[in-house]
């Protein structure tokens, strides 16, 4: 693990990217939070096996799902070697858990999202994203789980804990269907934020509408909300952001535009 966070660390310095988290890193139980905040979050929480890896990552096999659908019984879960020279090889990736220095036939309790992409001599391949920014991946030896479940928390029985991600996660099926809501595309400019300097959101709208930008950190809490008085026509617009509207402190946060009609998310790296 350190060995992999070392040439994570190289690479970054390489390329010009900055990854910051929050320090601590949030526990495992923190994806109730995010959840909360962006209810169309699409990744899922699963109990797997590490059955083997391929060139492009690491295979566990689904053995329990206690949140969303994965898309297959056995995972595919990106190397960063596999990710470096594809569309995805963005800062994101820095940013990321690689789970493939995981010993054969261990156990775990992970959350993750899911992610298509071009390998050159291969193909379009999807596999799954481990965020790197929570604690993402759970042990369980013997029915018991361990590591940073939650503050103070660091075991439980895995039945316990599959029974308090259900409680604090939505229930599918419970409410009634609601319209589809319209995904808004946004980015941030520059990404990462370095020092004092003025930033931009980038969004595009598929109608004429009113915004609401809200700024989160990882761990859910607000950080601003904007509120511009104009309504934004169809198309593609520029909104800066005041100094006073950007975090005050390094780390990994979310930026999140609704409208009447839907809402966009993106992730902002903030480098103080």
Known sequence: MKKTFSIILLLIGLKGFACQCVVPIPPFTSICNFVSIFPSYQGFIIKGVKIGSTDLGTKVLV???????PPADTLLFWKFNALINTNIATSYIYCLTFIDQL?????????AGYASTFIAGVGVVSGALVDGCATNYLYVHNNIVYGSIAEGVNSMPYAQLAETLQECLPTVGVQPPQPVAEEIALACHPNPIQGN?????????????????????INGKQISCITPSQTYQKGTHLLALNPQDLPLKSGMYFCRITTPQGYGVCKIAVAK
């Open 63 to 69: 053995t329990d799902v206690i949140y969303g659908t």
């Open 103 to 111: 010993n054969q036939s261990d156990t775990l309790v992970l959350t």
């Open 197 to 217: 300097m003025p930033a931009q959101i980038q969004f595009t709208m598929l109608q004429s509408a009113p915004i609401r930008v809200d700024i989160y950190d």
